[in-house]
């Protein structure tokens, strides 16, 4: 009796699980050529979890990878690969073929490739043959599991849908619905991150099952913005810095984001997200403001800010007006992390605050129900900013307010203030550093009043017992402070 034995050996591979696609491979900090082979080793060695990059076809059919339609000033479809070769890379590469390209990122198994077919400058029917190249590069070499696939081109992308239907693809241009994708049997989108700061556009892609990566993105804030919107994956020049940036982001930390107002409308804040304190009867504090309602001299958003601006102006027996923006109503939360990315306005007399309020007043009246302030700042005192709570036994009236200051400049850039607030304590940050912890004693309401919902309140005040106690500055008007995001997160689905 023979025995026959078979056995597959499938192929084992270990993809990173992170959201950095090195952007035509990791060149830029290494001082790279883009698009070369150096390039797409150093996105392995940082374990991005893919690396993208793009492919033409020359006059002779030979598949290369370069990102512009050039290389070093010759026109790749117009000429043959052997007038390629004359010219060399800064590093002394000659321009990949797809073919050595491929076969180098075979040699690991946890950097995907992320192939882009660059729409033809020559036809359709030449790109459609481009495609039907590539596709048959990959096939031949057996990287099918490694590659994916974005263009410009959407019937590329249809294409090679219809030879590799299980293939990952997803398209680059912007201008297609999340739907339409869908019923095409596309597997991601692909936009410029503006597209996605249309409310709500993420979400309803997730929701359809389709991934969401974002290009070209390679600041801070744009970084932190989409990591707190839960994309899938950001391509950019920085994989480094998105990298450090993972590392910080607050999902990172356990933090789930419940709501947010990242001011990418134009015009009157939205009314989804604020109501206003109107009135100007100094608000307990002696200020010499009148707060408007809804009124874009004080409250206007444009260029991705909330501009909340006082100005110098008669209104009901005050000589200054200013907004009072409030979430009352429109969203309140217990326990979480606030954070609030602004610059400040500067001048004597200012009194610029990003503080909250208990919505219900579980315990009485103010102080009791208690107060945390995350961010004030008084312009007589250029280089500080404070963090503050006030509860029954701890308030400013009789002098047993809890609260420190930080020593910045406020006004050329913009700084992050935060809080985190879980049952047992409250810590305030500026810029990821902690300087301030009030922890709950257990004596009850007295002390710890912070058991209940609180809202958000963003606003300038002019004067008042704490901001006019060096008088004010009248030459400092129109004062700004430009609010670029507030974001709350919890702990928890």
Known sequence: MVFIFTASFAQKFNWNKNQVIAHRGAW???????????????AVKLGCYGSEFDVWMTADNVLVVNHDPEFQGLTIEKVKYEELLTKTMSNGEKIPTLEAYLKEGKKQKTTKLILEIKPSLISKERGILVTNACIDMVKKLKVLDWTEYISFDYDYCKRILEVLPK????????????EQLKADKLTGVDYHYSVYQKDGWIENAHKLGLSVNAWTVNTVPEIQWLLAHKVDYITTNEPELTFEELKKTPAALGWNLKWSDEF???GLPLTKNWSYDVGGKGWGNNELQYYTDADSTNALVKKGNLNITAVKADKENNH????????KNKFDFKYGRVEVRAMLPKGRG????????PTDWKYGGWPKS?????????????????????????NHVIHTQVGKGVK??????????AIEWFEDRIEFFVDEQKYLSFKNTGKGAGDWPFDQNFHIILNIAVGGGWGGKKGVDDTIFPAIMKVDYVRVYQKGK
């Open 28 to 42: 830029k900090k290494q001082n790279f050529p883009q698009n070369s082979i150096a390039s797409l080793n150093e």
């Open 167 to 178: 293939a990952k693809v997803a398209y680059l241009r912007g201008e297609i619905s999340a």
């Open 264 to 266: 990418d409308d134009n």
């Open 320 to 327: 200054y007006t200013s907004a009072r923006l409030v979430s």
């Open 350 to 357: 200012l009194w610029p605050a990003i503080w909250a309020l």
């Open 370 to 394: 208690g107060e945390i302030d995350i961010m004030e700042h008084v312009g007589y005192e250029p280089d500080s900013v404070y963090g503050t709570v006030h509860t029954e036994k701890f």
């Open 408 to 417: 910045i400049n406020p006004y050329n850039a913009y700084h992050v203030y």
